[in-house]
């Protein structure tokens, strides 16, 4: 029995710690950000936007959009694209050796024709099949490929691709009108002195969309969706915000993110050997920025909006998570040198352990955590009051952060203007700490696990197509 | 260890869920008054745009009703000036509606300048600028001596720019604020001509952002008073500076001698090279071809890439190409002759 | 005596008859007018009817040009030329020409023509009442040589309808744009305005398919299927030469707006634009519809 209890003391001692030690650092980050979009509470944003429109003042883009079996949402995709606010752009759809319709249906939607187009090869990349060309927009190409990875598809994107930044989009995610221009504010705001800005990703399962164009938003019916809607909310608020501020961002989406092609080909481009690509670069041109020695910025903008579909089943969800987390473990890993690493600065010092602990081994503990409280229930009342605390921590931890900000994104964004919704993301957010953490936090355990065994595995999403089945006109 | 008893966290707890249920209550009352705020300004909408649009086109009589009564009406009045201002040219209309922002919107900015939120005296600094009031020129330069931050500065900048152009000369000489190449490319393209050439004057004394915003300025501007200035720029001691010059006598595309251009195709910056090949193109090719066979060899794809193309963009340039493509013994140089000529014929 | 004012190498009048019923509905099809010359000795009772026809027909027929027709009336004393897609302008021009020859010259100082002009731009006329109309009018002109007069009873264009298509997202600026519309007053054009805020509306509102001749302005950039698109769809359809399609962009650069043009817009737009430069080309467009 006294190994028992030694046990229960020493784990119960460092959960208790960890979870204090989350709980600050969020509130510390939450009260950065709070701060920050204070200040621009209600100020007009069109002003800049149409200062911007012109195409003297802004920098042409890039659009890579790699697609590997997208046929559902890829034409949703170029709509948004095409409707974008921005003077120049070109967009590169990406087929990577799709086995379903991809190609066909972008070829007849958009009316490619086969070109002939100089590649400079910047990065090496698997074989290009063809290249072809809108009749209907001549800024419009696809690129078809030999299947080789989202990875591989976006180098090859960033060899065609004309133009000195470049903007990755997944094939099934909507851009907001505004939002290249805004993600790109920084940038060109900077002289290039920023050089990677990210945009903030929202789940637009739920939101009523036709050709590329969102017209009403709405909170999902599905319980799993909403409840993921909560979490992208607490992430944008208690992470993304704060770390941009210092420079700090170790991950910006891949879902919708602008890079200059200088700086990521000078990196090695998207690594095609690992899971997380998106932070992979990032990290890299981190590293690269600090061997540099040069004083250059990423960022992360927290209004324009790229919207996602979610997944809607726990089967989904669960291979996206332990497929998320497996890739995190792997950059951290790959790059450990780096934490600690006064070479490294603020990135060494606190963006690396942040994610080390909060991010990475968290998950561990927190589950540690669970279990520690039903251990505590079998083996009787001297455990009690140490679970209780436990609890009431998950409850600050997760119920109360999770209200908090919703209220406030209610307050700055406004994106779910009925009250009824909001009320209703505050009563699920109650129920959270009693489902949804348990298993997405096993989940992540469980990428853990593969991490350390070495799989590798490339969950596939099971997409229905966020747009509403439309009749072709 | 921290002794966390579990009534203290309770307490926290619900001391959180007190305030945030505050917070929430704050949030829906806020939502209603949000909600009244645009049933009234839509109404508005409603209302008088048809009236608005008479005034200002038909030239009806002014209304004593279209004067706004309260910050929603204000704002209403906003979004149609703003849809006309970025719709339309008319002298006219401009006129009216700055005559209109002069006398019955001036209160309402300058009551907002005079506000604790950023944000809020940020907008008005914009409607300033937009809607032409100058008589909050005054108010402006007494709240520049608050402490304001760099973001307003550059709209007051901007206003004086528009209100009082010797002001503007004035405080833009400041070296304590410096802004980038693209917000100063946002002013100056605003500039009147008379006032924007001087820049040009004592052109070494300016920080190189305003260097170089003023050489991108004067391309855009795309005047024969600038081109000259530019042409100067290009004995200039700075690379950067040259390269810039050469982009910006790209971008006017009128060029009368190509003199001195021909040092440039010898250039240790690759970029300079890139730029006379594509300046080459608004030159006949019979004055070129020299120059554009040399650079066609250059060791960067970019300059050999242009170089070609700019070759095949004139009439005799497939035939040259051509020409060139049996004759060298450069491989690089063939190949990208090769491909661009191909992509040439397929155009076709 | 009739046969021999028949003259072989001319056209006769029942010979003409059908082709006239093919280019009067072609007035309004392809809004082409024609105008019709009738001519007549001002002197009938002269003498040597028969050679005077053999001379005026062979100089007649030397003066028109290949897209006009020179017939001959069933009466023999009449002469007809038809010029296609010509205004009374060029009938009055060629009057004055070939009058100021056969005055001057002296082989024909034995003629003495008068004639009368009729500018058709509707199909309500017959080939008959054209005829009719017109020999009457040569005969109560009595005997003043070298007259001209005009009819005008078939000169009265149908007012066509054009449909009007405004595709703006911007309420306050498309409502602008609706009322500047409907002010214009186009000669011989009703306009029937109708806006829409994004492409997909105004593609399933169907009236694009209509034959009517359809005047399209449009922002480059809409929410759910943009400008560019709905161009291509236009200009794919059969009887794309129906939209005269104006875009309006906020996108101030030249790539963008040689694909537009090169997509088949007529008319490519930055805004911000002049209200009243729009209302003008819009008018130019229309008048250059009809002569």
């Known amino acids: ?473 | 260890m921290i002794k966390l008893s579990i009534t203290f966290l309770f307490t926290v707890i619900a001391l959180l869920l007190v305030v945030l249920f505050t917070f929430l209550i704050y949030l829906f009352v806020q939502r209603q008054r949000e909600s009244r705020f645009e049933q009234v300004r839509d109404r508005y909408l409603l209302n008088y745009s048809q009236l608005w649009y008479d005034y200002l086109f038909n030239n009806a009589l002014f209304s004593m009703v279209l004067v706004p009564r309260g910050a929603a009406q204000v704002e209403a009045i906003e979004r149609i000036f703003s849809s006309y201002l970025k719709n339309i040219i008319s002298e006219n209309v401009e006129q009216k509606i700055k005559q209109f922002a002069n006398q019955y919107l001036k209160k309402f900015y300058e009551k907002d300048l005079s506000s604790r939120r950023w944000s809020i005296r940020m907008n008005a600094l914009y409607r300033i600028a937009d809607l032409q009031i100058e008589e909050l020129l005054l108010s402006c330069q007494e709240f520049e001596k608050n402490k304001i931050s760099d973001e307003e500065h550059f709209q007051l900048l901007k206003i004086y720019s528009l209100f009082q152009p010797d002001l503007f000369m004035e405080k833009i000489k400041n070296p304590n604020i410096n802004y980038s190449e693209s917000e100063y490319r946002r002013l100056f393209v605003l500039l009147e001509e008379d006032v924007f050439i001087r820049f040009f004057d004592d052109f070494n004394c300016w920080p190189t952002n305003i260097q170089f915003a003023v050489i991108d300025t004067a391309a855009v501007k795309r005047n024969m008073q600038y081109l000259d200035e530019l042409k100067k720029l290009l004995s200039h001691d700075v690379m950067e500076i040259n390269i810039r010059a050469l982009k910006g006598l790209y971008e006017i595309g009128i060029i009368d001698e190509i003199d001195p251009f021909i040092p440039f195709v010898t250039s240790d910056m690759w970029e300079a090279r890139l730029m006379v090949a594509k300046i080459f193109k608004h030159v006949p090719l019979a004055y070129t071809y020299s120059y554009l066979e040399q650079l066609l060899q250059d060791e960067n794809w970019w300059v050999r890439s242009q170089a070609a193309k700019t070759i095949v963009e004139d009439r005799h340039g497939i035939a040259k190409l051509q020409q060139f493509i049996e004759s060298s013994n450069d491989p690089y140089a063939i190949e990208m002759a090769q491909e661009i000529a191909a992509r040439k014929e397929g155009s076709k | 005596m009739s046969d021999l004012i028949i003259e072989q190498d001319v056209m006769q009048e029942h010979e003409v008859r059908r082709y006239f019923e093919i280019w009067r509905e072609s007035v309004i099809r392809s809004r082409h007018t024609i105008t019709a010359v009738f001519l007549k000795e001002a002197d009938s009772t002269q003498s040597k009817p028969n050679e005077n026809n053999h001379q005026i027909t062979a100089f007649l027929q030397s003066k028109i040009r290949k897209t006009d027709l020179l017939f001959q009336l069933s009466d023999g004393n009449h002469w007809g030329i038809f010029f296609l897609q010509s205004s009374d302008v060029e009938a009055r021009a060629f009057l004055k020409r070939i009058f100021a020859i056969l005055k001057a010259e002296r082989k024909f100082q034995q003629i003495a023509l008068k004639a009368s002009i009729t500018e058709i731009r509707n199909n309500t006329v017959t080939f008959e009442d054209l005829l009719e109309k017109n020999k009457q009018v040569l005969t109560e002109n009595g005997q003043i040589s070298w007259s001209v007069v005009e009819v005008h009873d078939y000169g009265v264009q149908p007012i066509e309808l054009v449909k009007v298509s405004i595709i703006e997202q911007n309420a306050i600026f498309r409502q602008v744009l609706e009322s500047t519309l409907n002010q214009i007053v186009i000669p011989h054009f009703t306009l029937e305005v109708k806006v829409y805020e994004d492409g997909y509306s105004f593609l399933q509102s169907d009236g694009y398919k209509t034959g009517h001749m359809h005047l399209i302005v449009m922002n480059d950039i809409l929410p759910r299927k943009n400008g560019l698109e709905i161009l291509h769809i236009l200009r794919h359809m059969p009887n794309e030469k129906k939209f005269i399609i104006y875009m309006m962009s906020e996108r101030n650069s030249e790539g963008a707006a040689l694909n537009a043009y090169e997509g088949g817009v007529d008319e490519y737009i930055v805004k911000p634009f002049n209200l009243r430069l729009l209302e003008a080309k819009i008018k130019r467009t229309f008048a250059r519809f009809w002569l």
């Open chain 1, 1 to 473: 029995m006294k190994i028992i209890d030694y046990c229960m003391m020493f784990f119960g001692g460092i959960i208790l710690f960890y979870m204090l030690f989350v709980i600050v650092s969020y509130c510390t980050m939450f009260i950065i950000a709070m701060l920050d979009l204070r200040k621009r509470y209600r100020l007009d944003p069109s002003e800049y936007d149409d200062a911007h429109i012109d195409a003297f003042y802004s920098k042409p883009v890039s659009l890579l959009v790699p697609a590997y079996n997208e046929e559902v949402g890829v034409v949703d995709t170029v709509y948004s694209l095409l409707n974008l606010r921005y003077p120049q752009t070109e967009i590169i759809i990406i087929n990577d050796g799709s086995t379903d319709q991809t190609l066909q249906t972008v070829i007849k939607h958009f009316r490619m024709k086969p070109i002939n187009k100089i590649v400079q090869t910047n990065i090496p990349t698997k074989q290009i099949k063809q290249i072809y060309e809108s009749e209907i927009y001549k800024n419009c190409i696809l690129v078809d490929k030999e299947n080789g990875g989202k990875a591989d598809a976006l180098n090859v994107g960033i060899n065609v691709s004309q133009y000195p930044y470049f903007c990755s989009i997944d094939g099934d995610s909507i851009l907001d009108e505004k939002s290249l221009l805004r993600v790109m504010k920084p940038i060109i705001l900077s002289d290039g002195e920023v050089i990677a800005a990210g945009g903030n990703i929202r789940i637009a399962n739920g939101a009523k969309m036709q050709f590329g164009s969102i017209y009403e938003t709405q909170l999902p019916s599905n319980y799993l969706v909403i409840m993921q809607v909560i979490e992208y909310l607490r992430a944008f608020l208690m992470g993304r915000i704060a770390l941009s501020k210092f420079n700090l961002v170790l991950i910006i989406s891949g879902a919708f993110s602008v890079f200059s092609k200088k700086w990521a080909v000078e990196a090695g481009g998207y690594s095609t050997n690992i899971i997380g690509e998106d932070m992979e670069l990032v990290v890299n041109i981190h590293r690269l920025i600090k061997e540099k020695k040069e004083n250059k910025r990423i960022e992360f903008v927290p209004d324009p909006v790229c919207w996602t579909e979610a997944p809607q089943t726990l089967g989904v969800l669960r291979n996206q998570r332990r497929r998320w987390h497996q890739g995190l473990f792997e950059s951290l890993w790959k790059h450990k040198k780096m934490t600690l690493n006064p070479r490294f600065g603020l990135i060494g010092f606190i963006s690396f352990p942040y994610f080390w602990l909060v991010e990475c081994l968290g998950p561990v503990v927190e589950l540690g955590g669970y279990i520690y409280i039903v251990v505590a229930f079998f083996l009787g009342k001297i455990y009690y009051e140490v679970a209780l605390i436990l609890l009431l921590l998950f409850v600050i931890y997760g119920v109360i952060f999770s209200i908090a900000a919703i209220l406030f994104e209610s307050w700055s964004m406004n994106t779910y203007p009925k009250k009824r919704e909001i009320l209703r993301m505050i009563l699920l957010a109650f129920t959270e700490i009693f489902w949804y953490r348990p298993l997405t936090l096993f989940w992540r355990c469980e990428g853990l696990v593969r991490f350390l065994r070495r799989k590798s595995d490339w969950g596939n999403m099971k997409r229905v197509g966020i747009a509403e089945k439309e009749k072709n006109i």
